[in-house]
C-alpha cells in the first residue's frame, strides 16, 4: 500500500516507550554493570531497586501524595538512596545520572515505526521526562510526529489525565487513537480512558490476565503496522 496522501483518513497510534519501545531493564542493568564496575546479578538488583523507586514516587505524585516531579529527578534520586544503601559508589552514581536517556531499542522497534509513520499518525506518550524522551529519540534513533512526556501533563500514568493528553493531541478526523504497549495494567488504563488498544508482549512487559481484551494484539510492531494497513483497507 503507498503511504497516505492528503485527504486521506490516517489512524493514530500512541505509543508507550518505557518497555515497549526501549529495553528499560536490560539497558539499565547493561549500563550499571559497566559504569559500576558489578557482575549482572548485582546489577540487576541494583536496576531492580532503581526502577522500584521511581515506580513508587510516580505512584505517590499519581495519588497526591508529593509534587510531580520530572522522572530525570526521580532517577537522581534513586541513585542517591542506592549510594546511602551501599550499593553504588557515588562516582558510579553520578555517571549513571543520564543512563535513562540511553536505553537501547527493541529489534523491531526502529524499522517498525519508520514504518508506521508512512501511512498513520505517530504519538509517543511517556512517562519520561522531556530531557529523556530527547535523549531516547535521538540516540535510538525513534521517528515520531509528536511526542508527549508526562511534564506536559504534570501527572504520570495511570492518571486518566495523561491519556486526555494524548486523546486531545490527535489530529482532527483521525478517529480514536491506539494506544500501544507492552503493559496490560497501561492498556487497560487507557481504555477506561476511551482509547483503543493494542498488545505487543516484550520480555518485561506486563502480560494480559485472563480478562484483557484488547481491540489489537500484534505480536511485532511490523504486525501491528499490518493489521493496521488492514483496517485502513476495510473502511
Do not use: C
Not at 513508587?56 to 522522572?71: D, H, L, Y
Amino acid at each position: 500500500m503507498e503511504p497516505a496522501t492528503e485527504g486521506t483518513a490516517r489512524p493514530t497510534v500512541v505509543f508507550d516507550v518505557l518497555g515497549t519501545l526501549v529495553d528499560q531493564t536490560g539497558s539499565m542493568e547493561r549500563q550499571v554493570s559497566a559504569m559500576a564496575g558489578i557482575d549482572s546479578g548485582a546489577a540487576a538488583e541494583v536496576a531492580r531497586r532503581w526502577l522500584g523507586h521511581v515506580a513508587e514516587q510516580e505512584r505517590a505524585i499519581v495519588e497526591g501524595r508529593r509534587a510531580f516531579t520530572p522522572s530525570h529527578e526521580l532517577d537522581v534520586e534513586a541513585l542517591d538512596v542506592l549510594v546511602r544503601q551501599g550499593l553504588l559508589v557515588p562516582e558510579a552514581a553520578s555517571r549513571l545520572a543520564d543512563a535513562s536517556e540511553w536505553l537501547r531499542p527493541w529489534p523491531d522497534t526502529v524499522a517498525g515505526l519508520d514504518l508506521l509513520a508512512a501511512d498513520v499518525t505517530v504519538l509517543g506518550l511517556s512517562n519520561a521526562s522531556r530531557r529523556v524522551l530527547a535523549g531516547i529519540s535521538t540516540n535510538a534513533g525513534l521517528r515520531w510526529h509528536q511526542v508527549l512526556s508526562s511534564e506536559d501533563a504534570r501527572t504520570y500514568k495511570p492518571d486518566p489525565a495523561i491519556y486526555e493528553l494524548a486523546k486531545n493531541s490527535t489530529p482532527t478526523g483521525s478517529g480514536t487513537p491506539f494506544m500501544v504497549a507492552a503493559h496490560a495494567w497501561d492498556l487497560r488504563a487507557a481504555a477506561a480512558a476511551g482509547l483503543r488498544t493494542a498488545y505487543v508482549p516484550r520480555s518485561d512487559g506486563d502480560p494480559p490476565g485472563p480478562g484483557d481484551t484488547f481491540d489489537l494484539q500484534a505480536k511485532t510492531l511490523l504486525d501491528l503496522h499490518a493489521q493496521l494497513l488492514d483496517l485502513m483497507e476495510g473502511t
